[in-house]
């Protein structure tokens, strides 16, 4: 790959997750969940601006709030895949407005790789109530309460149109994943990013995708570091399947490993 293509394809991708973030603009604005489920919108100061890049506010106007840590983060892990072939399809599981699935197919054009599927799965209802009576943990999680967490799947189907993004190697999952997911138990994964807040969905994603991520892999946990609850299921998950893989920091709440 010459210079001049590599320095195209970086700056593509900067501009991909400043625009994604809402980062991009002079004035950008943070929603804060309040106690009656409902969000205020603020403008975001120039020292609050910093917390972007580490995805710890939610974004009003941006596709994702994962930040721009976590999207440097998915770039250099399907760039491995790509440099080592490592063979399987592309899922996020939990993916609000679609930002970081727009980006990880944002990375995958960039890089010219076809025949890869990227799965954008999610209830499109925002999250599930939590079933504390078989998921304990979850008992006092109440995002889903928020109604500015739920996105229509063609809300997010337009995100990717007007990036230029949707074509038929984007496949839409919609549901609960305890639904969802066990349906796709015959494909193989070369990335699985986990977004699914409560320990039920991080683990039920555990479960039904873990076992056909490639040897090459990557798993990749967004809410690792500030919720407990998706905590606990890793942790529970990786000590049941004697998964010893050293896990990677990403930034304050993410984490990934590489499947050996």
Excluded at 126 to 154: M, R, V, W
Excluded at 228 to 253: G, L, N, S
Aim: charge should be negative.
């Amino acid at each position: 790959m010459s210079d001049l293509t590599t320095l195209l394809r970086r700056s593509y991708l900067d501009l991909l997750k400043q625009s994604l973030t809402d980062s991009i603009h002079q004035r950008t604005y943070s929603a804060i969940p309040q106690t009656d489920g409902h969000v205020e919108i603020v403008e975001v100061d120039n020292a609050a601006k910093l917390h972007r890049s580490d995805g710890r506010d939610w974004p009003a106007f941006g596709e994702t709030m994962v930040g721009i840590k976590r999207l440097d983060n998915l770039e250099s892990l399907i760039e491995i895949i790509a440099h080592e072939n490592i063979p399987g399809d592309l899922i996020e599981t939990g993916v609000w407005r679609g930002g970081a699935s727009i980006f990880m197919k944002g990375v995958l054009r960039a890089l010219g790789i076809k025949q890869r599927l990227l799965w954008v799965a999610d209830s499109f209802q925002g999250l599930p109530p939590p079933n504390s009576a078989l998921y304990p943990q979850d008992k006092d999680e109440f995002l889903h309460t928020i109604s500015f967490l739920a996105s229509s799947e063609d809300e997010v189907r337009s995100s990717f149109e007007r990036y230029g993004l949707l074509d038929d190697d984007v496949r839409f999952l919609r549901g609960w994943f305890s639904e969802t997911l066990p349906t796709l138990k015959d494909q193989q994964w070369s990335l699985i990013r986990l977004d699914g807040d409560l320990y039920e969905s991080t683990m039920v994603g555990l479960e039904c995708l873990y076992p056909n991520l490639s040897r090459g892999g990557f798993c990749v946990i967004d809410d690792y570091g500030c919720l407990p609850c998706c905590q606990k299921a890793v942790d529970d998950f990786r000590a049941h399947y004697r998964v010893d893989e050293p896990m990677v920091e990403i930034d304050w709440t993410g984490r990934f490993w590489r499947k050996s």
